[in-house]
């Protein structure tokens, strides 16, 4: 996984992430990316979808954990999406103390997940992101404000640092060199670093554009790192899930595509 995706749209949420497939040249192995670590889990019995990233330093099984606990006893039907976020987060902390004992902070894993979907018979949207950080770390509404002013707009994790320059405007490390040198917080300069953001219309997007914005920064991710000297024998495909109030589908855009050179 390079990048990992959730989009939330009128329609609503995208969740798009990469896999990488390996080489010939390059075994999976020797890739410098947290492979077979980000994967797309859909609900088979309620509209939730759930994108995770480094799970996969978990263990092996820790997808289909993670399935068994939305969908089993733990997840039974009536609980909210809230519920699952917060139970979720707690099963993967307790993994994490016994897979990371001894690790210092620093050099754990980045571990964490998009939770998305529909409660309740109104269909009311909700999306939560969570991230392993230290003893105690509860996951946090992706978008918040009144219920009744909904906010759309795509948030992403991994390689981060091409996609917040070009839809957003800024490096993130201006924020870190104004707030040090300067001494302007944090919270006045994110407002006015954000009029520069890439004039997007996401209250007005369809799913079909959703698709292809999310399918956009996964390409354009992947050919920067190349770039960057990044192997340009990769071999890759986007693994990408829509979610409705109606349920879930799968969705298959550039399926056995190569990175880089496309060859």
């Known amino acids: 996984m390079t990048l990992a995706v959730l989009g939330k749209v009128a329609e609503g949420f995208i969740l798009a992430t990469d896999r990488i497939l390996g080489s010939a040249e390059k075994p999976l192995a020797e890739f410098p990316s947290e492979s077979a670590a980000g994967s797309i889990f859909l609900s088979p019995s309620r509209p939730l979808g759930l994108l995770t990233w480094g799970a996969g330093s978990l263990g092996r099984d820790i997808s289909s954990e993670m399935a068994s606990w939305i969908e089993g006893r733990r997840g039974r039907e009536g609980q909210t ?7 979720l987060s707690r099963s993967l902390v307790q993994k994490g103390r016994h897979r990371f004992a001894g690790l210092l902070p620093h050099l754990q894993p980045r571990v964490g997940f998009f939770l998305a979907g529909f409660d309740g018979d109104q269909g009311i949207p909700c999306d939560w992101v969570w991230e392993m950080k230290g003893g105690s770390s509860p996951p946090r509404p ?25 839809i957003l405007g800024y490096d993130p490390l201006l924020l870190d060199l104004l707030e040090g040198e300067i001494a302007i917080s944090r919270e006045r300069l994110i407002p006015i670093f954000r009029k520069v953001e890439l004039p997007l219309s996401y209250s007005g997007m369809s799913m079909e554009q959703a698709i292809e914005l ?45 990175g880089g050179d496309g060859k």
């Not at 999406?81 to 139970?87: D, E, I, N, R």
């Not at 909904?150 to 091409?162: A, V």
């Not at 390409?219 to 990044?230: A, E, G, P, Q, V």
């Open 81 to 87: 999406t809230q519920q699952v976020a917060y139970g």
């Open 214 to 258: 999310a399918s956009w920064m996964i390409r354009t991710t992947l050919n920067l790192l190349h770039l960057r000297s990044y192997p340009r024998k990769w071999g890759w495909e986007i693994e990408m899930a829509t979610i409705t109030p109606e349920g879930t589908r799968w969705v298959s855009p550039g399926r056995g595509e190569k």
């Open 142 to 166: 992706v978008r918040t404000g009144q219920p009744a002013e909904p906010q759309y707009g795509f948030n992403w994790r991994g390689e981060e640092l091409w996609m917040t320059r070009l």
